[in-house]
């Protein structure tokens, strides 16, 4: 039996192959470029050993996807293991060297001490590769767009507290009613500088060219806010100019991040268990699709722990001896996106406060307990998940590929 350490890197890996029962080295450490070429040679050298191969890499974000489903479609066993186990293992040395030939000598001897609890690989199909590589995108995007409004409120002293005179929500483009006002009225002196009447006229044209709904009331508290403060900077053109650029940035970033919001629902309208997880309280337009995208298909799961574990907000057992502890952290051994989510879909729960939705009544019970606010967000995810868990999976039909 052989064992295929892989170490994988950007563009190329190195390869090392032992040999069971002693591991012997059966190739040395060699280096192969991701090429499709070199990926032949490779996988011709491979099928010339005696014996069953079996190959194991790290999972290293997306480097190691062309080389897994590569020497997957080519009918080699694959298993790609989690960097954290492998980091763990074998680390019975006081010289702590590391290269990429030890790397794959190293990968090749826990596979061969590991042979029979191999995980096998099972390329994700492209629908989900995509939407929650185009999540992933978004939440940059989110993070860019928070900076870029951030930075905007921090540049209108010419206008203090403008954006909290306006409560309408962002539009389908990204596009929001305050955002758009300064743009226009980048002072307050544009404003006060008016007289009440003009300025309501103004307004009322502004809304209408905007396909925003006009208020006279509101109107009358955009002036009157206006009249009552006193900008920081000068009216200038230095001060216009920094305020039509930051809301041009925001502009574009804003119109991106609509642009993956769509796209997003788009992917997950394609996958099967849309319908299901939609319709699962919490889960509206938004962070259903992030949920889809992050916990992947179900069906890789062996049991409702599976998918909790995979979130990191289960609390492993600690007993030593007569010391036996029962309540401990979240392990946090798992995606921090996918916590990020749950801690969104629970949150919209708890604002919502639905009487009749199994999660609430929970966290209202665990409320009850006295449990902190973490402590019954976290167990509340936890609930959660496993609903999600068996909801999903239990629609065999939902999930026909």
Same mark, same amino acid.
């Given at each position: 039996?052989?064992?295929?350490?892989?170490?994988?890197?950007?563009?190329?890996?190195?390869?090392?192959?032992?040999?069971?029962?002693?591991?012997?080295?059966?190739?040395?450490?060699?280096?192969?470029?991701?090429?499709?070429?070199?990926?032949?040679?490779?996988?011709?050298?491979?099928?010339?050993?005696?014996?069953?191969?079996?190959?194991?890499?790290?999972?290293?974000?997306?480097?190691h996807l062309p080389?897994?489903?590569?020497?997957?479609?080519?009918?080699?066993?694959?298993?790609?293991v989690n960097a954290?186990?492998?980091?763990?293992?074998?680390?019975?040395?006081?010289?702590?060297?590391?290269?990429?030939?030890?790397?794959?000598?190293?990968?090749?001897?826990?596979?061969?001490? *590991?042979?029979?609890?191999?995980?096998?690989?099972?390329?994700?199909?492209?629908? %989900? +590769?995509?939407?929650?590589?185009?999540?992933?995108?978004?939440?940059?995007?989110?993070?860019?767009?928070?900076? +870029?409004?951030?930075?905007?409120? =921090?540049?209108?002293? &010419? /206008?203090?507290?403008?954006? %909290?005179?306006?409560?309408?929500?962002?539009?389908?483009?990204? =596009?929001?009613?305050?955002?758009? /006002?300064?743009?226009? /009225?980048?002072? !307050?002196?544009?404003? !006060?500088?008016?007289?009440?009447?003009?300025?309501?006229?103004?307004?009322?044209?502004?809304?209408?060219?905007? =396909?925003?709904?006009? $208020?006279?009331?509101?109107?009358?508290?955009?002036?009157?806010?206006?009249?009552?403060?006193?900008?920081?900077?000068?009216?200038?053109? &230095?001060?216009?100019?920094?305020?039509?650029q930051a809301v041009?940035?925001?502009?574009?970033?804003?119109?991106?991040?609509?642009?993956?919001?769509?796209?997003?629902?788009?992917?997950?309208?394609?996958?099967?268990?849309?319908?299901?997880?939609?319709?699962?309280?919490?889960?509206?337009?938004?962070?259903?699709?992030?949920?889809?995208?992050?916990?992947?298909?179900? %069906?890789?799961?062996?049991?409702?722990?599976?998918?909790?574990?995979?979130?990191?907000?289960?609390?492993?057992?600690?007993?030593?001896?007569?010391?036996?502890?029962?309540?401990?952290?979240? =392990?946090?051994?798992?995606?921090?996106?996918?916590?990020?989510?749950?801690? +969104?879909?629970?949150?919209?729960?708890?604002?919502? $406060?639905?009487?009749?939705?199994?999660?609430?009544?929970?966290?209202?019970?665990?409320?009850?307990?006295?449990?902190?606010?973490?402590?019954?967000?976290?167990?509340?995810?936890?609930?959660?998940?496993?609903?999600?868990?068996? &909801?999903?999976? *239990?629609?065999?039909?939902?999930?026909?590929?």
């Amino acid at each position: 039996m052989n064992c295929v350490g892989i170490d994988v890197s950007k563009g190329k890996s190195m390869i090392a192959v032992m040999l069971l029962p002693l591991g012997e080295m059966v190739i040395p450490p060699f280096e192969v470029g991701h090429t499709d070429a070199e990926l032949c040679e490779l996988s011709k050298q491979l099928r010339d050993l005696d014996g069953e191969t079996r190959v194991v890499m790290e999972a290293t974000g997306n480097y190691h996807l062309p080389v897994a489903g590569f020497l997957y479609d080519s009918g080699f066993y694959v298993s790609v293991v989690n960097a954290m186990l492998i980091h763990g293992y074998g680390n019975n040395s006081l010289r702590r060297a590391k290269t990429d030939k030890k790397d794959a000598i190293k990968l090749a001897n826990y596979g061969l001490d *590991h042979w029979l609890a191999l995980p096998k690989y099972i390329p994700e199909d492209n629908v %989900r +590769l995509m939407l929650k590589t185009t999540y992933r995108q978004y939440q940059q995007c989110a993070k860019v767009q928070t900076m +870029l409004k951030n930075n905007l409120i =921090s540049l209108l002293d &010419t /206008f203090p507290d403008v954006n %909290r005179l306006f409560a309408s929500p962002a539009k389908a483009d990204g =596009s929001e009613k305050w955002v758009d /006002f300064v743009a226009a /009225f980048p002072h !307050c002196e544009c404003v !006060c500088g008016l007289s009440e009447k003009a300025f309501v006229a103004k307004y009322q044209k502004w809304c209408k060219k905007h =396909s925003y709904n006009f $208020s006279q009331n509101k109107a009358l508290d955009i002036y009157a806010s206006a009249c009552g403060h006193f900008s920081v900077m000068p009216k200038s053109d &230095t001060a216009k100019l920094l305020v039509e650029q930051a809301v041009s940035q925001l502009r574009v970033v804003s119109t991106a991040l609509a642009a993956l919001r769509n796209e997003m629902q788009s992917l997950a309208a394609s996958l099967p268990e849309y319908t299901v997880v939609m319709g699962m309280f919490g889960a509206g337009p938004a962070l259903g699709p992030q949920l889809m995208a992050e916990i992947g298909d179900v %069906r890789r799961f062996h049991s409702k722990k599976a998918p909790v574990a995979f979130a990191g907000i289960d609390a492993p057992p600690y007993q030593s001896g007569q010391m036996e502890i029962r309540s401990r952290s979240i =392990s946090k051994r798992g995606s921090s996106a996918l916590r990020r989510t749950l801690f +969104l879909v629970i949150s919209v729960i708890l604002q919502r $406060s639905p009487a009749d939705e199994p999660v609430y009544q929970f966290m209202d019970r665990k409320r009850a307990e006295g449990k902190p606010y973490r402590v019954y967000m976290m167990a509340s995810a936890n609930k959660f998940l496993r609903i999600y868990y068996s &909801t999903v999976k *239990h629609y065999p039909d939902n999930l026909e590929t």
